[in-house]
Nanobody, 115 residues
Framework: QVQLVESGGGLVQPGGSLRLSCAAS????????MGWYRQAPGKQRELVAT???????NYVYSVKGRFTISKDNAKNTVYVQMNSLKPEDTAVYYC?????????WGRGTQVTVAS
């Protein structure tokens, strides 16, 4: 019954912004560490940003200062605000929820940064 549904992807010009959302059902969000991953064509999936149940955040170096992960426990939703987007950010972005026993994945949303 656990489901993670990403939304907010699309086409944006370099330097532009997007906000992705991940709506969770079947779990209580404040019991999980949440993360955003991405996979670009021909490349391995990489961890982009995480937020713990307590609200601590971490980012891959390439997005520091540009991306911000946040969550709203009442809405059971996690977000990533992506600013100053670069063509290298083009990828399918996936939402992840992890606790001690289990890990869950969304199906992804496409982000394309191009002129």
């Amino acid at each position: 019954q656990v489901q993670l549904v990403e939304s907010g992807g699309g086409l944006v010009q370099p330097g532009g912004s997007l906000r992705l959302s991940c709506a969770a059902s079947g779990i209580i969000l404040n019991r999980y560490a949440m993360g955003w991953y991405r996979q670009a064509p021909g490349k391995q999936r990489e961890l982009v940003a995480t937020i713990t149940s307590g609200g601590s955040t971490n980012y891959v170096y390439s997005v520091k200062g540009r991306f911000t992960i946040s969550k709203d426990n009442a809405k059971n939703t996690v977000y990533v605000q992506m600013n100053s987007l670069k063509p290298e950010d083009t990828a399918v972005y996936y939402c992840n929820a992890t606790d001690i026993r289990m890990s869950y994945w969304g199906r992804g949303t496409q982000v394309t940064v191009a002129s």
